[in-house]
């Protein structure tokens, strides 16, 4: 382990989906993820009119995924 580069625990999938169906027009599950840029975009634009919001309902376990292997290397 880095002492520069901490190894971060995962995230939860279950965690990002509850966030995302209670509060995913806001981008929480966004922010949840460390992925601040888009959560922004999601509260701006109610999860850019609720399409992008629909579309995380199938891509989330893939983003939880590249999230917690970036946060197993070190990486955000």
Aim: charged fraction near 10%; avoid cysteine.
């Amino acid at each position: 382990m880095n002492a520069n580069h901490p190894i971060l625990p995962p995230k939860s999938l279950g965690i990002a989906y509850v966030l995302w169906f209670f509060l995913g027009l806001f981008g929480v599950h966004h922010f949840y993820l460390g992925k601040i840029g888009r959560g922004i975009v999601y509260l701006l634009t109610a999860g850019v009119f609720g399409i992008l919001w629909i579309v995380d309902l199938f891509t989330l376990p893939s983003q939880v995924r590249m999230v917690n292997t970036q946060r197993s290397v070190g990486i955000g």
